[in-house]
């Protein structure tokens, strides 16, 4: 097995900068979780939500709305089209696929732990969007951040130049920030459930390719930059 190689020619189980960014993160999930249970409308909440929803989004309707549907009512054939993408291209990645995606186990426990109301007018400006569940945290974003996420660790490390996976990683984190910004402009969650809700699938993504087992059949891939193609061994 590859991974089982990998570990033991490096002789470490776990990659330490990845643990130490999971240990972070959730510190701060720890920490942001407290102030929203002693404080479930903070001020700075609705300030932010107003400012965000006092932006004219225009043409950008549809996209938001795609978001809503990815992240809640066609959220399992969306982690189902995500899934047969990535098998049929990179099986390898099969462990890593299977624990990232466990990250919304996380939401299901903690929305019941935590009752946190949702936002309401006038603390908002509007509200389009009525989700039963408590606000605390955002089972979307924790959707977003494990699409973006996975999508370019197991296939944008792999067939991606070098050279051009900055980009790769900036388009990620736009379409996180963009889903972000639709939880938030639709009055679903405030601010505070949005990062909750991202910390803790960075936190938990962290976690699961910090341990090398999970993690080095994708992330000891590597796509050859065009020199390496060009120059092959004599047959």
Not at 29 to 58: C, M, Y
Not at 92 to 99: D, K
Not at 112 to 123: A, E, G, K
Request: with cysteine.
């Amino acid at each position: 097995m590859k991974g089982a190689a990998a570990i033991k020619r490096s002789g470490a189980y776990f990659r330490g900068r990845l643990l130490l960014l999971a240990l972070a993160c959730a510190l701060l999930v720890a920490g942001l979780t407290v102030f929203v249970v002693t404080n479930p409308r903070p001020a700075v909440d609705a300030s932010i939500a107003r400012a965000v929803q006092s932006i004219d989004v225009g043409p950008m309707s549809p996209v938001l709305d795609f978001y809503r549907q990815i992240g809640g009512p066609y959220a399992l054939e969306a982690e189902a089209v995500v899934f047969a993408i990535i098998l049929t291209i990179n099986r390898a990645s099969w462990r890593l696929l299977i624990s990232g995606s466990l990250v919304s186990g996380w939401y299901f426990l903690l929305v019941r732990l935590i009752s946190r109301p949702r936002p309401t007018v006038p603390d908002v400006l509007r509200v389009t969007e009525h989700p039963g569940a408590s606000s605390y945290p955002s089972g979307h974003m924790m959707l977003f951040v494990f699409y973006a996420v996975i999508l370019m660790t197991c296939l944008g490390l792999k067939f991606v130049p070098r050279r051009w996976q900055p980009l790769g990683w900036g388009i990620a984190a736009l379409f996180i920030i963009l889903g972000g910004f639709s939880r938030i402009y639709s009055g679903a969650h405030w601010p505070t459930d949005v990062l909750g809700g991202t910390l803790i699938a960075v936190a938990w993504l962290s976690f699961v390719m910090s341990i090398r087992w999970i993690s080095d059949p994708v992330l000891e891939q590597a796509p050859r930059s065009t020199a390496e193609k060009a120059v092959r061994p004599a047959a």
